[in-house]
């Protein structure tokens, strides 16, 4: 009965992880993007003649953001292989 | 939790266990992982060699071939400029030889006419000077013809007023008188 | 469903690509880089001084990683184009293979990107000690003449984590990119594609959205992977400069 109530409520916890986890990240993670981006913008518009290294900076800004998305994706696809089908 | 907690060696080491190890969760063998590195080495290798080193060097080459040609004609330009330099200072001194020799020439004409004019006047001198003593030549000669021929006309008057009585020696004494009046006149 | 399809994308299906096998993906990677060196021969086999097409490429992505390595680390950064340049060129091209349609990209399994992550941050290491030598490498970690004596050994342990995070982020960075687009692509497909057209490859206009934005984010994330070695190694290699100057005005 315990242990029954201990898998539930395991099952329940993954489930939400599976399911919240990534569009959590992703909320973060797209502001944080957006910053990034309109920072960069303004930058540019500000300063065109050294756009071009504006926008490797802002690259390789917004890759450092959505790697950290990118783990969350990669954990949601470990916890999602956890989850058990209907007939287990 | 007890359940995550037990799991975590399991994920975390490899192949064995009821997941397999997050290794094999996540697709991750050794023996592929090395002959990937080996097969991206050998990739790399074989990109340096045939790829990235003669670019480099062709462009290296080109580079120096723009900046030789540039150099070139940069060099030329030069040459040029000082050739050009050259003919303008040659160009001024020939102005300035004609210009002297045309000085020179003016000069020479100058002084030719100047010459011409002095012996044109020395000749005239000379004409007038010859022709004056030609005029007093002829008036000395008329005079001593109007002399002669004024002694003859009185003779030739006086013989006929006198021409009866006219001796030899009467005649000679005319004459000489005449002669002496004309001289005196 | 699964019958219909039978192609490598049914694969990737289950979501992890340990279902597909990693041999396969090595051969998929020997395939981009036989292609790679295929575009390379084909590009210098007959250059000239008047460049052709193909030359012009690949001049162009000769010139655009020397500027870019010049720009991160100076001058002594021009050793580093053929790295980086392979690097982009090598991901670029596995990550296009799984645009065209039988095709996985291979970096989409975390073995190939985590070669060449180790391979990236080995050599790092590499540089870093040929650069600054033994002590100089674990004073660079420390920090050392930077801050405070009593914060550097702090700052060893956070920074040899940092180092250790940095394969996998280059690694994980990549492979998710291109698993994710994968993935979607094929969610379209299976969900909508092959119900309405019993076919994987006829309904291009569904998965052609995805298909765009895995066209930008084949070129960007190897752009990135590229970017990031050059910026790994201008950090490892950047001490050199200063201690080459401070030895020099002694």
Known sequence: MNFEVGTGLYLMGLALAVGLGLPIAVIGAALGQGRAAAGAMEGMARQPEIAGRIQTGMILALAFIESLVLFSFVIFFLLQGRLPTVGQ | MPNLLTHLPNLLGAAEGEGGGLLKLLGIDFNILIIQIVGFLLLLWVMTKFFWKPLGNMLESRRQDINATYDKIEADRRAMEQLRSEYEARLAQIEAEARERIQQAVGEAQQLRDQIVADARRQADEIVARAQEQAQLESEKLLSELQTYVAELTLRTTERLLREEMTDERHRRLVQESIQTAEVR | ?250
Not at chain 3, 61 to 82: C, H, Q
Not at chain 3, 96 to 116: D, E
């Open chain 3, 1 to 250: 469903m699964d019958e219909r399809l039978n192609t490598l994308w049914t694969l990737t299906q289950t979501g992890i690509a340990a279902e597909i096998a990693p041999p396969v993906f090595s051969v998929l990677s020997g395939i981009a880089a036989l292609a790679l060196v295929v575009f390379a021969l084909a590009a210098t086999s007959n250059m000239q001084k008047r460049p052709g097409r193909l030359q012009n490429l690949a001049e162009i992505i000769y010139e655009f990683f020397d500027n870019l390595a010049v720009s991160l680390v100076g001058e002594r950064g021009r050793k580093y184009v053929p790295l980086a340049g392979t690097i982009f060129l090598f991901v670029l091209f596995s990550n296009l293979m799984g645009l065209i349609p039988p095709g996985v990209a291979p970096t989409a399994s975390l073995n190939t990107t985590i070669a060449l992550a180790l391979i990236v941050i080995t050599y790092v290491q590499y540089e870093s000690i040929r650069a600054n030598g033994v002590v100089g490498y674990f004073k660079h970690f420390a920090r050392w003449g930077e801050v405070p004596v009593f914060v550097s050994p702090l700052m060893f342990i956070i920074e040899v984590v940092s180092e250790l995070a940095k394969p996998v982020s280059l690694s994980v960075r990549l492979y998710a990119n291109m698993f994710g687009k994968e993935q979607v692509t094929l969610a379209l497909i299976t969900a909508l594609a092959v119900p309405l057209f019993k076919s994987a490859y006829i309904p291009l206009p569904i998965q052609f959205p995805v298909m765009m934005l895995g066209l930008l984010v084949a070129f960007v994330q190897a752009f990135v992977f590229a970017l990031l070695t050059l910026i790994y190694l201008a950090l490892a290699t950047e001490h050199a400069d200063h201690h080459g100057e401070h030895a020099h005005a002694h």
